[in-house]
């Protein structure tokens, strides 16, 4: 899953994604999100400042997947990755249908299940972080 994130998140590091513009078009979809309030947060505040919204995704995307793959700070990046995975359910995999709304819907578990089972301590950086830093709730 981290190199999905992370690969997604490289392709979107060209200028017509950055600019806001592609972006801005995926996004007239969101009209058909079944939750107002977040049709309503999409459409009102995400498409009119989609270039910042588009570097936030970008480099989250990155930084999620990097995170993943390193076993880093695994919790933390697993909820980001989850409220990402259900903005892009709501706001355009429902809308569109298809493929795309049990991919993330896979995925949403499955970052649910890293959050639970603390993944990243067997393989990964939390494990020398969680020996060193014992009662924290991150690693």
């Known amino acids: ?56 995704i970008a480099y989250g995307e990155i930084a999620i997947g990097l995170s993943l793959i390193f076993g880093l700070l695994v919790r933390l990046s697993s909820a980001f990755g989850m409220f990402h995975n259900l903005n892009i359910m709501f706001a355009l995999a429902i809308p569109n249908g298809g493929a795309q709304v049990g991919l993330n819907r896979i995925f949403i578990v499955l ?21 060193r830093f014992g009662r924290s709730w991150m690693f």
Not at 10 to 18: E, P, S, Y
Not at 115 to 129: Q, V
């Open 111 to 131: 970052q649910l299940m890293f959050i639970l089972a603390a993944a990243g301590r067997a393989f990964g950086l939390d494990g020398i972080l969680a020996k």
């Open 1 to 56: 899953m981290g190199y999905f994130f992370f690969v997604y998140g490289w392709q979107k590091l060209n200028l017509r994604f950055l600019s806001g513009e592609q972006l801005a078009m995926q996004l007239a979809r969101a009209a058909n999100d079944p939750l107002a309030f977040h049709r309503d947060f999409i459409l009102q505040t995400v498409t009119p400042h989609s270039q910042f919204f588009a570097y936030l």
